[in-house]
């Protein structure tokens, strides 16, 4: 499933390329190429100039292997200290991982509530007006600019302690990416159904009911998984500013230098963000697995071969989908069953996590009192008693420090992300072990990692750089995984029916149908180590984060607030460049 990518390449060859008669007509017609425009050789000079500046920033942070070897006794010595690891009691580390995914999964459901009218207005094709969508991505962007850290420290303010402040602050912050992922979503849509719908005289609901939701639900349900799975790994660092939880007992471990019981919550971390990630994988290719079969019948009536990318085998509906009074009489199926024993799971848990949360709903009504005065903390902005030339340089270094992480992400992403899809892996196995090497390295909490690369590095970018770029492995191949897998497969069986060899079908037919979304997830790459490269300077990894942490301790909300406006006008940059690539690229 394709999180931030456009409508795939050479969609128009899907039916011409069965075979090699097909492949030589395709070839045939793109012979005449068209000439490179203006803003293609500018963009593609932007590329170039930003893997450039990555580059020097990789250099500038003077990572070396050698030197981190000869600093491993740090670690050695670290641990000696340490002694063995210990745990909280059973019962209070049962409670704490109830009370961590709750928090998580309502706060990521709430996001993907607010989401879909975000979502609605900032798409292409269903937006009212130019106004509107611009409007809309605008939120989005920042809602995704502003860290879910500082959304905490206000909230924590506004509400009382517990999980409703981590709530709020992961559901915000969440929106950003998810309206993004469901817009992109719409913009893909078959218009076909809902444009039929229109005709017939259908309402806005009706079309977006009947003619939008269902194609778009896979994909939007696997975002809301992966968009889970990341608030996972962020929930550790809510636990710095008081948001219950896993976290917050982490930090209360580390502060009193009980480094064997924060190691080994740590640890409890890992494995909970490593199992949550494998129960995702599972619902998200059940739900592309059966992406046939979510469209509505009125889809299936006007395309029924549009599902063809996503399963070659499935090439016919089934018969309740042939007409409207068919599918109201649809049979109890034991595929229905299982989807609908499925969706019953979701709502219970789903209840069950608002239960565990024990959210103080009286909150909603009181802190309505509390808020002047905690805007009048935030507001004005201002550096204070720091120089704005001093801020201005910590920005830039946060900025190196993403470039540079990603950058090193780049290649071994590329590579295991391309081991991980079907229609590339050599082998299954192959593609399990890649598969299997990407969920572990994204179960591992980015901050957790710096924490103990601090430990062997000592402070400063170097330990920010190499925690970004080992957790972007796993983020971005996945997402390459995906992508490759979603293209379309009529140009690669055609190469392989003219004897092209594995490598050849990757280079000529894969990798170009791909390469609008690899642009825009390591555009988002980009995005995303910007705003964790913040974060991570809360334990010392270098860049605008130190300042953060020492304004927010020293509640001087007002310079937190002039940081969080550096970080939006960098978010924004980012986001035009990437919205400029894509459709340059497209």
Request: hydrophobic fraction near 50%; include cysteine.
């Amino acid at each position: 499933m394709t999180l931030l990518s456009g409508p795939p390449a050479a969609r128009s060859a899907s039916g011409a390329t069965r075979g090699a008669g097909s492949a030589s007509a395709t070839v045939a017609d793109r012979s005449p190429r068209r000439p490179i425009s203006p803003e293609r050789i500018a963009a593609g000079l932007t590329l170039l100039a930003l893997v450039a500046l990555g580059i020097l920033a990789v250099d500038e942070v003077g990572i070396s292997i050698p030197a981190m070897v000869q600093s491993w006794g740090n670690a050695e010595n670290f641990m000696a200290r340490v002694g063995g690891l210990t745990f909280p009691e059973p019962g209070d580390l049962a409670w704490l991982i109830a009370l961590t995914v709750g928090l998580v999964l309502v706060g990521t459901l709430l996001a993907a509530v607010l989401s879909v009218p975000i979502a609605y207005l900032a798409a292409s094709n269903t937006t009212p007006g130019n106004g509107w969508r611009a409007a809309a991505r605008f939120v989005g962007v920042l809602t995704r600019a502003l860290p879910d850290v500082v959304l905490a420290m206000a909230f924590v303010l506004m509400f009382s302690l517990g999980t409703l402040p981590g709530i709020l602050a992961i559901g915000i912050h969440s929106i950003g990416m998810i309206s993004k992922m469901f817009a992109d979503a719409i913009e893909q849509i078959d218009e076909g159904p809902r444009l039929a719908i229109r005709a017939a005289g259908g309402s806005k609901m009706q079309e977006f009911a009947s003619g939008i939701l269902p194609q778009v639900l896979p994909s939007w349900v696997a975002t809301v998984l992966h968009r889970n799975d990341i608030n996972l790994r962020g929930s550790v660092v809510l636990g710095y500013v008081g948001v219950a939880g896993l976290g917050l007992e982490m930090s209360y471990a580390f502060k009193a230098l009980n480094y064997g019981k924060g190691l080994g919550i740590a640890l409890v971390i890992f494995l909970l963000c490593v199992a949550m990630e494998v129960i995702s994988s599972m619902v998200r290719g059940a739900m592309l697995g059966q992406q046939k079969q979510t469209r509505s019948w009125i889809d299936r009536l006007i395309h029924p071969r549009l599902g063809d990318r996503v399963s070659d085998s499935a090439t016919t509906s089934p018969a309740w989908a042939a007409s409207p009074q068919a599918a109201v009489r649809r049979p109890w199926t034991a595929e229905r069953v299982r989807n609908t024993t499925g969706v019953v799971i979701a709502v219970l848990v789903v209840i069950g996590s608002v239960i565990v949360s024990q959210i103080n709903w009286m909150d909603f009504f009181t802190f309505w009192g509390k808020l002047p005065d905690v805007a009048a903390k935030f507001w004005p902005p201002s550096f204070g008693s720091y120089e704005a030339s001093a801020m201005i340089a910590a920005m830039r270094d946060t900025v190196a420090i993403a470039l540079a992480a990603t950058v090193l992400t780049l290649v071994p992403s590329l590579v295991l992300g391309s081991l991980a899809a079907s229609n590339v892996a050599p082998s299954s196995g192959a593609r399990g072990a890649a598969r299997f090497l990407l969920v572990g390295i994204r179960g591992i909490p980015e901050l957790i990692l710096a924490i103990v690369l601090v430990v062997i590095t000592g402070l400063g970018a170097q330990a920010g750089v190499i925690a970004l770029a080992i957790g972007g492995i796993g983020l971005l191949g996945k997402l390459i995984a995906d992508s490759f897998e979603e293209v379309d497969r009529g140009p690669e069986r055609a190469l392989r029916a003219v004897g092209a060899s594995r490598l050849q079908t990757y280079a000529s037919a894969t990798v170009p149908q791909g390469m609008q979304a690899l642009i825009g997830h390591s555009f988002y790459m980009l995005d995303t180590n910007i705003r964790a490269a913040t974060i991570l300077g809360i334990v010392g990894g270098g860049g605008v984060g130190y300042y953060l942490l020492n304004a927010s301790q020293g509640s001087r909300y007002e310079t937190v607030t002039a940081i969080v406006l550096m970080i939006l006008v960098t978010v924004l940059v980012v986001e035009g460049l990437a919205m400029w690539m894509r459709k340059v690229f497209r």
